[in-house]
Nanobody, 126 residues
Framework: QVRLVESGGGLVQAGGSLRLSCAAS????????MAWFRQPPAQEVQEREF???????????IYAASLKGRFTISRDMASNTMYLQMNNLKPEDTAIYYC????????????????WGQGTQVTVSS
């Protein structure tokens, strides 16, 4: 079991920045990669949008094409924490942001991720 806890969400004006954190605990050696997804208002759980993924052993991060350049994913192996730096935020970035973990390579879709955090709300006002 891997436990994931997100933090860092909040209310920010358009153009502002937020840094999300995801602290992992438990059987963390079972992770191949961790990722951020988001669920905008009124969207179903199965429609969570992929934001970014980072493999725990290294390698280039992967970003949703529409977010590359504004969002940066990183990890701190010593503290088992993943981050998402979000800059130049827009109202359409408003969503619940989730971190997730998967044990092996695969598609960048929610069904490939085994463990999920509870989510953190990000609201961007215009």
């Amino acid at each position: 079991q891997v436990r994931l806890v997100e933090s860092g969400g909040g209310l920010v004006q358009a153009g502002g920045s937020l840094r999300l954190s995801c602290a992992a605990s438990g059987r963390t050696f079972q992770r191949y990669a961790m990722a951020w997804f988001r669920q905008p208002p009124a969207q179903e759980v199965q429609e969570r949008e992929f934001v970014s993924q980072i493999t725990w052993g290294g390698g280039a991060p992967i970003y949703a094409a529409s977010l590359k350049g504004r969002f940066t994913i990183s990890r701190d192996m010593a503290s088992n924490t993943m981050y998402l730096q979000m800059n130049n935020l827009k109202p359409e970035d408003t969503a619940i942001y989730y971190c997730a973990s998967k044990p092996s390579p695969g598609r960048l879709t929610p069904d490939q991720y085994e463990f999920w955090g509870q989510g953190t709300q990000v609201t961007v006002s215009s």
